[in-house]
């Protein structure tokens, strides 16, 4: 039993880190309808970039906040430069644009910092968390981010104004315009907070899986299955989709005899393509009628 | 999309291509057919091998181009089917001590029904879902590969070492020049196989397809039938292309066939034109050369040259090669009327 327990917690602490790549990849997916494949090289290089300020010396929490908002405007900015003239072209444009991004990024990753692995710190210590053998502090402190990160995206989005444009923008792009709200600037939004989102989950994430280049190219497809299974769609679904897919994942790992650690990847593959094709709408998210 | 109602009267996720502007002319094919004749007669046995990779990556890009360009459904995992292709060789030639040329439709066959088969869950998948479920597929394989339950065929992470074949009836032939003309003559047969399916019944279903999936099924298209088959047609030409690489490279190994091979693979696509058959060759020799020179001037940059490169042909070139090609040629008609 204390197995069992012990390995539900150490989902749920890893799902909070899918929790946040998906909820990512949802934003982006609601402004523009499109699944952005660079969304884990994007967390990637924000990591490098907390990592590089703490060798100059910030400190943790210092660092972590300079990269948010780095993050931030780096998002607004690939999407003013790149992917704003890509509004109108076809899937197959956008799916290339994002390869390209992918690409560029892990590859300047790899040219600045190398592809050594490298330590990353947590502010939150690996002692046992309360005096529990259960869980790490470090664990209990990705938990209580997540959580804390998702209080205030709730509130952001259901108590102001610009939230509430969001909401709008997303929903019903051309009434929103009407009403004089510019869509424009709401999707360039919805990327920088993409962005600083993508940025907490991989400097939470960094303790644990190391950093190097590559880091993020797991966790972004756990992402994509936890989005998938919560509902593109919904915010709320990608993040409890988050959560189950970190549970999932560590009972499979330990209770499914073959399924160790070299098989997390077909794990995610085959609860990709299971959800999409029993619910292809995901847990939560809204069925899309086709009109003809 | 949040609205509730998608109208199907947007654009389509692939720009339609029409069927005459998919092939070169005759004149133009005998040409670059003549000039991947001879050329190896003149040149040094590394360069005939690169040639070899050329074709092969040019196998695997067709592939794609008829899944892409033909039906209008995407993969950005197409490394997944070229690795089934090249362990089926390579396990048949060194477990089974099968002939490399026996292999090859064996690749062709097992990779069609692995493509077909996943078809079937993709057919329910269009656009950003079905490139979400293939590029899932192409990280997962590597991990498959080394799977210890497979180990004993596929040498886990060790990977497997090929033996290249000699020329055949004592012709006074170099390897590497004997595989090369071996691959030539398998690429012209599937080239001129593939552009005869798309100008079939089934080539005008899959456009049909790819234009308009309701008009199509309207008009008494099977689209789930087409669909599949289309996913697996590409995957079986990527199996001999797979196939045929193994024998080449005379390795293989899970880490050779990573996403990164997938992308290269996309990215050919693009640059050669998508659905412009012809494009396949441009594109590979696009990833095969490309990333030689970016790695002469740093390590670890070719991922960022064909990522820029990526973005000025979507910007500048959206049709790829094809647009080029185009434009050369009415530049010349002028020059010509000068």
């Known amino acids: ?292 | 999309m949040s609205a509730v109602e998608d109208v199907v009267t947007e654009a389509p996720a692939v720009e339609a291509v029409p069927k005459r502007a998919m092939t070169l002319g005759l004149g133009t094919s005998l040409v670059v057919l003549a000039a991947l004749v001879i050329a190896p007669i003149f040149v040094k046995n590394f360069i005939i091998f690169q040639m070899t990779m050329l074709l092969i990556y040019g196998l695997a890009v067709l592939a794609l181009n008829i899944l892409t360009g033909g039906s209008g459904q995407f993969s950005l995992g197409q490394s997944a089917f070229y690795a089934v292709g090249a362990y089926t060789s390579a396990i048949l030639m060194e477990h089974a001590n099968m002939n490399y040329a026996l292999t090859l439709p064996i690749a062709g066959i097992v990779c069609f029904a692995f493509g077909y088969l996943f078809g079937k869950p993709a057919l329910r998948l269009s656009g950003v879902y079905l490139a979400l479920a293939t590029f899932a597929l192409a990280t997962a394989m590597p991990q498959l590969l080394k799977l210890g339950f497979f180990e004993h065929w596929t040498g886990g992470v060790q990977g497997l070492v090929v033996t290249k074949p000699d020329a055949p009836f004592g012709l006074k032939m170099s390897q590497d020049m004997w595989l090369y003309y071996f691959t030539l003559v398998i690429s012209i047969g599937i080239y001129i196989a593939s552009i005869n399916l798309l100008r079939s019944r089934s080539g005008r279903a899959f456009m049909a397809i790819r234009d308009n999936e309701i008009a199509a099924s309207a008009m008494g298209v099977n689209v789930a039938l087409y669909k599949t088959l289309a996913f697996g047609v590409s995957a079986g030409i990527t199996g001999v292309a797979g196939g045929l690489g193994a024998i080449a490279v005379q390795f293989v190994a899970p880490d050779g066939y990573t996403i990164l091979l997938a992308i290269s693979l996309f990215l050919g696509m693009v640059v050669g034109g998508v659905g412009w058959l012809p494009g396949s060759l441009v594109g590979s020799a696009f990833i095969i050369f490309v990333p030689n020179i970016a790695e002469g001037i740093s390590k670890g940059l070719s991922g960022a040259v064909f990522g820029v490169l990526l973005f000025l042909v979507i910007f500048l070139v959206p049709h790829g090669a094809r647009q080029v090609a185009m434009v050369a040629q009415q530049l010349l008609g002028k020059m010509i009327k000068k």
């Open chain 1, 1 to 292: 039993m204390e197995l069992f327990t012990n390995q539900v917690l150490a989902g749920i602490a890893t799902g909070a880190i899918y929790a946040c790549m998906a909820l990512a990849v949802v934003m982006i997916y609601q402004a523009i309808d499109h699944l952005n494949f660079a969304q884990g090289e994007m967390a990637m290089f924000s990591t490098f970039l907390s990592w590089q300020m703490m060798q100059w010396g910030v400190p943790y929490w210092g660092a972590f906040v300079l990269t948010l908002i780095l993050s931030f405007a780096g998002g607004i900015l690939i999407e003013r430069l790149l992917f704003k003239p890509l509004a109108k072209a076809p899937v197959l444009t956008n799916v290339a644009g994002f390869i390209a991004l992918y690409g560029i990024i892990n590859s300047f990753a790899g040219l600045i910092w190398d592809f050594t692995i490298k330590q990353y710190p947590t502010p939150f210590g690996s002692s046992p968390f309360l005096g529990s053998q259960l869980i790490s502090t470090h664990q209990a402190g990705m938990i209580g981010v997540t959580v804390l990160l998702l209080i205030l995206l709730f509130i952001f989005f259901q108590y102001t104004r610009i939230g509430l444009a969001m909401r709008a923008a997303a929903a019903l792009p051309e009434s929103a315009r009407l009403v004089g709200i510019n869509t424009s600037w709401m999707i360039a939004l919805g990327w920088g907070m993409a962005a600083a989102i993508g940025s907490i989950a991989g400097m939470l994430i960094a303790p644990v899986v190391f950093l190097e280049p590559n880091m993020m190219l797991g966790v972004l497809i756990y992402g994509f299955a936890a989005a998938v299974l919560g509902g593109l769609t919904s915010p709320l679904g990608a993040v409890i989709g988050g959560f189950l897919v970190g549970v999932f994942e560590n009972l499979a790992g330990t209770y499914i005899p073959g399924v160790g650690n070299e098989l997390k990847l077909p794990i995610a593959l085959a609860l990709i393509i299971t959800v999409l094709v029993f619910k292809p709408a995901g847990l939560f998210g809204r069925p899309i009628v086709k009109r003809v």
